[in-house]
Every structure is written in C-alpha cells, then in structure tokens.
C-alpha cells in the first residue's frame, strides 16, 4: 500500500509559475514510478510527467520546456515545477505512484490538486 498526497496547487495568472509537491508514504525507490496527471473539465485524464525509481524522466510533449519532474528521496516527495503557465494548463493536478505487485502494477493515487491560470 502507497498513500501520496498532493499539495501546492492554486491560482496563478498566465506565465506565472507553481510547484507541486507529492508525499508518498514509503520510500521513492521501492515504487516503480510516480507520476503527475492532468484532467481539465469535460476532458480525459493524461499524463504529464513520470519519473522511475531509477530517475529516469518523462514529460509529455504538451509541458515539454515548461515543466519539470523530480524528486527528494530523503523526503520521499517528488515535485512538479510547473513554468509559464497557460490558461489551458488549468486542471486538477493528480500525483499516482505506480508500483509492481507480482505480476501486476498497483496503482494508488492521490485526491488531486486545482491548478486554476487566469489569463
């Protein structure tokens, strides 16, 4: 069992900048990944950003140059830094900690946090 919580989302205005933070309740290096989700209204969820127990990194094509993954391992945190923010990077934000049981991957996500960027 993983429990991850979201903080730092909020109101920004366009070009503005926010960090996020997830805390997961075990250590980053025994998950197989943790990752940053978005879901605007009326819209499917999707992926932002994704960083492995290993540290590899991926952020999707749409945040590229804009936003930035990492992690704190002493804190078992990873962060989003969101920059230049735009209207339609408005959503609720969610943090997912992806990990392998088995022969499957057990998913554990987060209540979300608004990320609202006024134009």
């Known amino acids: 069992q993983v429990q991850v919580v979201e903080s730092g989302g909020g109101l920004v205005q366009a070009g503005g900048s926010l960090r996020l933070s997830c805390a997961a309740s075990r250590s980053l290096l025994s998950i197989n990944s943790m990752a940053w989700y978005r879901q605007a209204p009326g819209k499917q969820r999707e992926l932002v950003a994704a960083?492995?127990?290993?540290?590899?990194?991926n952020v999707a094509d749409f945040v590229k140059g804009r936003f930035t993954i990492s992690r704190d391992n002493a804190k078992n945190t990873v962060y989003l830094q969101m920059n230049s923010l735009k209207p339609e990077d408005t959503a609720v934000y969610y943090c997912?900690?992806?990990?392998?049981?088995?022969?499957?991957?057990?998913?554990?996500w987060g209540q979300g946090t608004q990320v609202t960027v006024s134009s």
């Open positions: 960083i492995t127990s290993g540290g590899s990194t």
């Open positions: 997912a900690a992806h990990k392998l049981a088995g022969y499957r991957i057990d998913d554990y």
